[in-house]
């Protein structure tokens, strides 16, 4: 069973940092892209970053370039997101997800194309 398991969310203050991480297992996580996507309030999903199998790729939404890194450990078979700088408009629910397709990836991939989700960590930024 796929299990993917978000976690690092919480309350900072602008211009803070916080890192997530997504813990999965069930699937061979080294051949999958994934992605973080992220909901505001009131707001439909937003494809935050994304991560090609080894790494060696990374996207990011023009909303978070330059404040958010992406990146993974095969051996541990975990996601993170590393949040800099973080502003209210950051203020979402995080979830990460798996591409459907194995040893995929594409800097312009679709939300349509992940197949399994976590169940998100909220993450707020007030001051």
């Known amino acids: 069973e796929v299990q993917l398991v978000e976690s690092g969310g919480g309350l900072v203050q602008p211009g803070e940092s916080l890192r997530l991480s997504c813990a999965s297992s069930?699937?061979?996580?080294?051949?999958?892209?994934m992605t973080w996507v992220r909901q505001a309030p009131g707001k439909g999903l937003e494809r935050v970053s994304s991560?090609?199998?080894?790494?060696?790729?990374?996207s990011f939404a023009d909303s978070v370039m330059g404040r958010f890194t992406i990146s993974r450990d095969n051996a541990k078979n975990t996601l993170y997101l590393q949040m800099n700088s973080l502003r209210p408009e950051d203020t979402a629910v995080y979830y990460c997800?798996?591409?459907?397709?194995?040893?995929?990836?594409?800097?312009?991939?679709?939300?349509?194309?992940?197949?399994?989700w976590g169940q998100g960590t909220q993450v707020t930024v007030s001051s």
């Open positions: 991560i090609d199998k080894d790494g060696s790729r990374t």
């Open positions: 997800a798996k591409l459907k397709a194995p040893n995929a990836y594409s800097d312009y991939i679709r939300i349509d194309e992940h197949d399994y």
């Open positions: 069930g699937f061979t996580f080294s051949v999958y892209a």
